[in-house]
Nanobody, 124 residues
Framework: QVQLVESGGGLVQAGDSLNLSCAAS????????MGWFRQVLQKEREFVAG????????YYADSVKGRFTISRDNAKNTVYLQMNSLKPEDTAVYYC?????????????????WGQGTQVTVSS
C-alpha cells in the first residue's frame, strides 16, 4: 500500500509561482509512474502532468505546458509540481497520483493511489 500526501497549496495572485510536493510512503516509489491532476467543483478531475518512474520522461497537459514542471526525487520518495505564471483558471484542488508500472499518463482510471489533495487558489 502506498500513501500520498500533498502539500504546498495556497492563495496567490496571478503571475505568481507555487511548488507543490507529494510525499509517498512505501519502498517501491521508484517503480511508480506519478501524476498530478486537478479538479474544480462539479467538473471532472483533469490531468496536469506525469512523470516516468525514472524521471526520464515527462508529459503535460497543453494548458500548463511551458508554465508547470513536474519532477521527482526517488531518494526522498517525493514528486513535485513547480507552477509558474499562475492564472485564475489554474484554481483547483490538486491531487497527486501513483500508478504501478506504466499504462498511460492522462487517464485517472490508470492510477492506483491518490492523495487527499491540496487547494490552489489564484486571484486575478
Amino acid at each position: 500500500q502506498v500513501q500520498l500526501v500533498e502539500s504546498g497549496g495556497g492563495l496567490v495572485q496571478a503571475g505568481d509561482s507555487l511548488n507543490l510536493s507529494c510525499a509517498a510512503s512505501g519502498r517501491t516509489f521508484n517503480s511508480y509512474t506519478m501524476g498530478w491532476f486537478r479538479q474544480v467543483l462539479q467538473k471532472e478531475r483533469e490531468f496536469v502532468a506525469g512523470i516516468s518512474y525514472s524521471a526520464g520522461r515527462t508529459y503535460y497537459a497543453d494548458s500548463v505546458k511551458g508554465r508547470f514542471t513536474i519532477s521527482r526525487d526517488n531518494a526522498k520518495n517525493t514528486v513535485y509540481l513547480q507552477m509558474n505564471s499562475l492564472k485564475p483558471e489554474d484554481t483547483a484542488v490538486y491531487y497527486c497520483a501513483g500508478q504501478r508500472g506504466f499504462s498511460g499518463y492522462t487517464a485517472t482510471r490508470k492510477y492506483d493511489y491518490w492523495g487527499q489533495g491540496t487547494q490552489v487558489t489564484v486571484s486575478s
